[in-house]
């Protein structure tokens, strides 16, 4: 089944040109390349990253844990590159393989995404949203992918406006281990559209 692209630490696995943004392209996280690890160390330790629930981790921690989602056929994480640099942390995952698949009803086909926007000093309008699109045309481009599932918490105000603002569709709210959050869906058809 093709429903999940990942590749080896470092490797390139997507590309796309956005108007406003450039190039834009998606490597596999290697936490084993130090850069790579501050970088991202650094992000979830951002106030902003509180919902992440990663910021009390050390380096190593997190290198060990992200070493373990590397080690999954089911979940896989990349930095999204802009001309290189990289500007956010996408994670990819199959719901029948996570705690949040216990929650709804799995169809096929559905992939669960994690994302964080990390501190870029990009200036331009609708960034994030832009990110997002770039998210998406990732996840369609696997030729099983039916459905996004997004599950931030409940209490994440503004990643709830941006997810309907983009076109997500809100589900239930679910409680899982360390949060309450809101399930949110976009479908293959309404995103081709």
């Not at 630490?9 to 490597?27: I, K, Q």
């Not at 999204?80 to 709804?104: F, K």
Request: aromatic share 10%.
């Amino acid at each position: 089944m093709s429903l999940l692209i990942s590749g080896a630490p470092g490797e390139t696995v997507f590309r796309v040109h956005d108007n406003a943004l450039g190039d834009l392209s998606l490597t596999v996280l290697d936490v084993d390349d130090d850069a790579d690890l501050d970088l991202v160390h650094d992000w979830v330790r951002e106030p902003r990253a509180a919902f992440w629930g990663l910021g009390e981790l050390s380096r190593e921690e997190l290198r060990e844990l992200y070493r373990f989602v590397d080690s999954l056929d089911t979940h896989h994480a990349f930095l999204l590159r802009r001309e290189g640099t990289p500007i956010a942390l996408l994670q990819t995952y199959d719901p029948e393989h996570d705690p949040v698949g216990e929650h709804y009803e799995v169809r096929e086909g559905d992939v669960g995404l994690h994302f964080f926007v990390g501190s870029h000093g990009i200036r331009a309008a609708g960034v994030t949203t832009r990110i997002i699109r770039a998210f998406g045309e990732f996840v369609f481009s696997a030729p099983d992918a039916r459905r996004v599932i997004v599950e931030p918490d409940v209490r994440n105000d503004a990643a709830l406006a941006r997810m309907t603002r983009v076109g997500f569709e809100l589900g239930p709210e679910i409680e899982l281990e360390h949060k309450r959050a809101q399930l949110a869906f976009f479908e293959r058809e309404r995103w081709a559209a």
